[in-house]
């Protein structure tokens, strides 16, 4: 077996897609689910996402609360689904975005945050999976959907995502060789 050690190297290209082109059943219905909840062009409420409405999908789920801290922003993880916790094989709950990925990666996941929260829209994102040890052990994918934790402003201030991996031996939407994986980040757009 061959170990891969590059980290991702992205030009932190964001392109546009649409709901029914996502890989996965499971995020085209949870783009759905988020589009729906929208009052206009307005992101979602927190408190307008019930978890009862997807249960399947909990052990998938983070919850992630922007913090500005001297100006920079920083992304605290408030809630960790089971499946986050084991793939990650930790405990997120209650730490920072950069205290638990490699920098490289920090920088590519960031930018997705930041393109959901400035769009104001759901952004999918898949990119091979580096961990502490910075070496590739799955390709991960994921939708970030911005909220608003009900600021008077209303600007989104938290991320609802929905994320999963595809190791090598598994089943998934990925197939082909993972030299050729290049990060990529997508804008999704309301069905028509």
């Known amino acids: 077996m061959q170990i891969f050690t ?4 992205s030009t932190l290209e964001v392109s546009a897609g649409t709901i029914a082109g996502l890989p996965d059943e499971r995020l085209r219905r949870l783009a759905d689910y988020w589009f729906a909840r929208r009052s206009g062009n307005s992101v979602p409420a927190r408190a ?3 978890p009862i409405d997807f249960p399947a999908l909990l052990p998938n789920i983070l ?3 922007r ?3 001297d100006g920079t922003d920083r992304y605290r993880f408030r ?3 089971t499946d986050i916790a084991r793939y990650t094989g930790r405990e997120l709950t209650g730490r920072f975005l950069n205290d638990v990925v490699p920098a490289d990666y920090h920088d590519y996941v960031r930018q997705m945050n930041r393109v959901a929260l400035g769009q104001r829209r759901p952004v999918y994102s898949s990119s091979l999976y580096h ?5 590739v052990n ?3 994918y994921r939708l970030i959907m911005p909220l608003t934790s009900g600021t008077a402003d209303g600007e989104p201030d938290l991320l609802f995502v929905c994320q999963f991996w ?3 031996a598994e089943p998934g939407p990925w197939h082909g060789d993972w030299r050729s994986v290049t990060p990529e980040i997508r804008v999704i757009e309301a069905a028509a």
């Open 6 to 9: 590059q980290l991702p190297h």
């Open 166 to 168: 595809q190791r090598r």
């Open 79 to 81: 809630l960790t689904g």
């Open 138 to 140: 799955a390709i991960t």
């Open 67 to 69: 913090v500005i801290q």
């Open 131 to 135: 961990d502490k040890g910075d070496f």
């Open 63 to 65: 919850l992630i609360e």
């Open 48 to 50: 307008t996402i019930d």
